[in-house]
């Protein structure tokens, strides 16, 4: 599949509202050609990075009182595993599946963003180019994640399985129920643990495993047609990316854009079978304030052009180009997360008319 995006503007999840109407209106406002439904941090646990795709996942518990989320591994759980195989050979087998993936769906009570996007989207009547979803990755979520001795269940071969499969789930359920007010659905897994990737911390974290567990879940995202996107707001081995087959990289290009430069082939092979690269140019940290469209453009070019000095046909990097946020802005100031959105949407047409987009 080819995608030309030509600087199209999108966000990344999370956003500081208390309220749904004020994320609601600054995503479909700034991102007019593919809004995002919002993540909304502020208003609980539930809306947490993690927790909130945790419904439906075999012996998941969340303690309210002390404010975090768990698995508990103690008892038999082989019924509840044999229930979720079920709903999973029913939804996603290739042969027999009936693409049915609302086993796994994310209800009203741990996104309100969801179904906000759903309500603006049908009460303003409208057809999109492109409307954005995402879930958390296996890694992410399963590296964050610990047992009942606080043990990473990442480490726990069974569990791991169920949580890729129930995410791979997820972006399928996510994309369905979007489908019909956009041409196309991009979803982004993020992973923001991979910035880790090779530390002390994970050193027993292969490579071969994340590029399986991530590919499981792209090849999902595909299976309903969606553009698969990964997105990492730290620095990592990027060909991970690439070698488990995504369609979008999205990295923090303000304070990592030359880390890119460390790997042509990979951001070769990725451009030469359609890709694209999500460039998040656009800081999600209060030196947003300092920032120009200007300025921003000109640290995107030099990134750029350093690529092309390896080889890379810049005219192909600028047709596939996205602009984002460098992360979520969930942690931000309402006011700085509004000026992130707006130079976000600023920045993108500034691009389109300098290349003739």
């Known amino acids: 599949m080819t995608f030309t995006p030509k600087f199209l503007a999108t966000g990344v999840g999370s956003m500081p ?21 919002p ?8 809306e947490q990075m993690d927790v909130q795709y945790s419904e439906g996942i075999p012996c998941i518990k969340i303690d309210y009182e002390k404010n ?36 796994l769906a994310i209800s009203p009570e741990f996104s309100k963003g969801i179904y906000a996007a759903e309500k603006a989207l049908k009460e303003r009547n409208l057809s999109l180019p492109y409307f954005k979803v995402h879930t958390t990755g296996p890694c992410t979520f399963a590296l964050n994640t610990v047992d009942e001795n606080k043990r990473a269940i990442y480490y726990n071969e069974e569990f791991l ?18 489908s019909s007010f956009a041409d196309q659905i991009i979803c982004f897994i993020d992973e923001p643990i991979l910035s880790a990737f090779g530390s002390s911390t994970y050193v027993s974290v292969k490579r071969e ?10 090849e999902a995202v595909h299976m309903d047609n969606g553009i698969a996107g990964v997105h990492c707001c730290g620095n990592t081995e990027w060909s991970i990316l690439v070698d488990a087959g995504v369609d979008i990289l999205n990295f923090d290009a303000f304070e990592f854009g030359e ?8 951001i070769k092979t990725l451009l030469n079978r359609g890709g694209s690269i999500a460039w998040g140019i656009v800081p999600t940290s209060p030196v947003i304030n300092e920032q ?3 300025k921003l453009a000109d640290r995107l070019d030099e990134t750029m052009n350093q690529l092309a000095s390896k080889g890379i046909d810049k005219q192909l990097m ?16 309402i006011e700085d997360a509004r000026r992130v959105f707006q130079m976000t949407n600023k920045l993108s047409q500034h691009l389109k008319q300098k290349f003739g987009f």
């Not at 993540?39 to 539930?46: A, D, V």
């Not at 495993?209 to 792209?218: A, H, M, P, R, Y």
């Not at 880390?259 to 990979?266: A, H």
Request: glycine share 6%.
């Open 68 to 103: 975090r989320m768990y698995f508990d591994t103690s008892g038999d759980y082989s019924e509840a595993f044999a229930e979720f195989y079920e709903a999973y050979m029913m939804a996603m087998d290739p042969d027999e599946g009936n693409g049915d993936c609302s086993a």
């Open 39 to 46: 993540q909304l941090p502020q208003t609980g646990l539930k």
């Open 259 to 266: 880390s890119i430069t460390m790997y042509p082939e990979s």
């Open 209 to 218: 495993g994340i590029v399986s567990q991530l590919n499981e879940v792209i």
């Open 292 to 294: 120009t469209v200007e």
């Open 318 to 333: 600028l047709e596939r180009a996205i602009i984002t946020p460098s992360c979520g802005t969930g942690s931000l100031s």
């Open 161 to 178: 399985d169920v949580i890729v499969k129930a995410l791979a789930m997820k972006c399928r359920w996510q994309i369905q129920k979007f």
């Open 17 to 37: 509202f208390p309220d749904t109407e004020s994320a609601i209106r600054l995503s479909f406002d700034e991102l007019k050609e593919s809004p995002i439904w």
